[in-house]
């Protein structure tokens, strides 16, 4: 054990295409590849240490915690790289819990890169993202810095996340803090729900689609492309929520539907502005860092209230 790596830092990120379904929930295997910005603002921070006790503790922004989730995917590290005596993992979050971003991404990314490096081991950072995903899909696309892809593969050892290698680009991404309520309905259980709807198979084979059309944008470094296509997918997933045949609902709130009209009429006004919304009515808007303080400031006008970051592309995971 090599106890000089103390710290991982790893960001969190956005899907620009999503993972909304999992065809098996034991591996958390998705049902689509999914596509992502890694954001510089939002980050968490992991390091580990023996444990002073016969079990794995847990202490979150210094507050001792009995994550359950934690304690779980420790169980899986350990059936993945060996056993290995019990640990004490401090975290801190730099994810606004209130901000509608996933600190789950960032958390089990930073947690996944700290514990292996803490044992020793030198796995590439496709490994890392699988065993992170069975921690938090999402997580699986925080190891890389700028655009990522989750393939969704068919098993534990093809479903991986990696670099997309894109050119650098003026993108940025603003996130507009609707509620600091928690979700309504966590994230595995608005899949689950999601996939009962009777559009979920043709949503599939459209997200491979936008997939395609998505890395070809990327490539382009077409960021009014990477926005069209990213504010239809969202749109797209949030209606599953809405026809779900088991217990249909919507994460979106009156505000919700403001913002979204708001950046149509801003569109109209020829500002680059697309929405994508997680699992929250917060709203996330995809422009460029020139066009964003704009944004910013007409989004301002209307709703004073309303919280709002600029984040840009971040980087991958470091120790
Ligand atoms: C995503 N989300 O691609 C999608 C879009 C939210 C909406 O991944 O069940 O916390 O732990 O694998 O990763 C949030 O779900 O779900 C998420 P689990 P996760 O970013």
Redesign the pocket.
């Given at each position: 054990m090599d106890s000089t790596f103390m710290t991982a830092t790893a960001h969190t990120n956005i899907?620009l295409i999503?993972?909304?379904g999992k065809k098996n929930a034991f591996l958390?295997l998705p049902t689509t590849s999914?596509l992502s910005l890694t954001l510089d603002r939002f980050y968490t921070t992991t390091s580990v240490s023996p444990s002073e006790t016969s079990t794995d503790t847990f202490v979150l922004n210094e507050q001792v915690c009995d994550a359950t989730r934690v304690h779980t995917f420790l169980k899986i590290l350990r059936t993945q790289l060996g056993d290995f005596p019990p640990l004490h993992v401090s975290s801190d979050n730099h994810v606004p819990t209130s901000a509608g971003l996933?600190s789950?991404?960032s958390a089990f990314a930073a947690l996944t890169g700290e514990v292996v490096a803490y044992l020793g081991l030198d796995l590439p950072k496709e490994t890392l993202s699988r065993l992170a995903r069975r921690g938090?899909?999402?997580a699986s696309r925080s190891f890389f810095g700028h655009f990522a892809v989750w393939h969704e593969g068919v098993d534990d050892d093809s479903s991986f996340a990696e670099s997309l290698h894109a050119p650098d680009m003026p993108i940025a991404l603003i996130v507009a803090e609707v509620s600091g309520q928690s979700k309504k309905v966590g994230?595995?259980e608005g899949m689950m729900r999601a996939m009962t709807s009777p559009n979920y198979d043709d949503w599939v084979k459209q997200s491979a689609n936008q997939f395609d059309d998505m890395t070809a944008a990327v490539a382009n470094a077409d960021i009014e492309k990477i926005g069209a296509i990213a504010e239809n997918n969202a749109l797209a997933m949030h209606a599953l929520n809405l026809t779900a045949t088991r217990q249909p609902f919507t994460y979106f709130t009156d505000e919700t539907q403001l913002i979204l009209s708001l950046i149509k009429d801003m569109r109209r006004q020829g500002i680059l502005a697309y929405a994508t919304l997680?699992?929250g009515p917060n709203v996330k808007i995809v422009t460029t860092k020139a066009q964003a303080p704009e944004i910013v400031a007409a989004l301002h006008d209307y709703l004073p209230q309303l919280k709002l970051d600029v984040a840009v592309s971040g980087p991958g995971i470091t120790y």
């Open positions: 899907a999503k993972y909304w958390n999914s996933a789950s991404a938090s899909g999402s994230s595995s997680d699992a």
